[in-house]
């Protein structure tokens, strides 16, 4: 290895820091990215909820109003009988009873629902849904939730391959501080005098026998960093930073 090229490998290590913390960096923009993604589709997950259970309550508020006009009519029918016969029956008096205490519990529930709708209703026109036209609505959320789920899958991906990356570098990272301990050793000797194998004991030579790949791993930098290599395959400031 001549005297030029060993001070430019050794020069090359500092640049390294630049491109560890970039991938770093763009892990940690990208998790958060995904914590804030999730956070969306719950959000868009709880609207949706909201809507199909204010619907869901509407449907049953017509069902039991349907069932207390029934009740009206077979209590309104009784109280009619009774009032006509001279001695009703005791069974009259039961069924007359019991379609009073039908009725009054078909009313009670019936007024609980339609107050918890109207509270549900004023939750959700807080939150910016509009009540009156939850079809349209329904629609848009079903939307937006297939989009987020999208931007979540690649976020994803792009996280994994983050990972990836960091794992490479990691490995070019423990080539750096190998380095950094071979600048110590040979600080004393002088690159000429090591390009020529002489004034160099047998340790620091072994060092730099081992790093001698590490010119590769250096390439291995720019290919692994996004924006380190232009399209011509220069490097760019990304990596030199």
Do not use: C, W
């Amino acid at each position: 290895m001549n005297p030029l090229k060993l001070q430019i490998l050794l020069g090359a290590v500092d640049k390294l820091t630049a491109p560890l913390k970039a991938v770093s960096g763009q892990s940690r923009i990208t998790a958060k990215d995904l914590v804030d993604t999730k956070k969306k589709i719950r959000d868009l997950e709880t609207q949706a909820g909201q809507i199909e259970g204010y619907k869901t309550l509407g449907a049953q508020i017509g069902a039991t109003k349907a069932k207390l006009k029934q009740a009206d009519a077979s209590f309104s029918e009784l109280q009619r009988k009774i009032a006509e016969t001279p001695k009703p029956t005791r069974v009259m008096i039961n069924e007359f009873n019991k379609a009073e205490k039908a009725l009054s519990q078909l009313k009670t529930k019936q007024g609980e629902m339609i107050t918890r709708h109207a509270q549900m209703g004023e939750a959700m026109r807080k939150t910016g849904i509009n009540t009156g036209n939850l079809s349209e609505t329904q629609r848009r959320l079903k939307t937006d939730l297939a989009a987020a789920n999208t931007v979540l899958d690649s976020q994803r991906t792009k996280l994994g391959q983050l990972a990836d990356q960091q794992k490479r570098l990691n490995q070019v990272k423990a080539n750096y501080r190998q380095t950094q301990e071979l600048r110590g050793q040979i600080a004393g000797h002088g690159a000429a005098g090591i390009a020529a194998g002489t004034a160099i004991g047998l340790p620091v030579y072994s060092a730099i026998k081992e790093y001698s790949g590490f010119e590769d791993a250096m390439k291995g930098v720019a290919k692994q960093v996004a924006g380190a290599r232009t399209d011509s395959g220069q490097l760019t400031d990304v990596y030199y930073d």
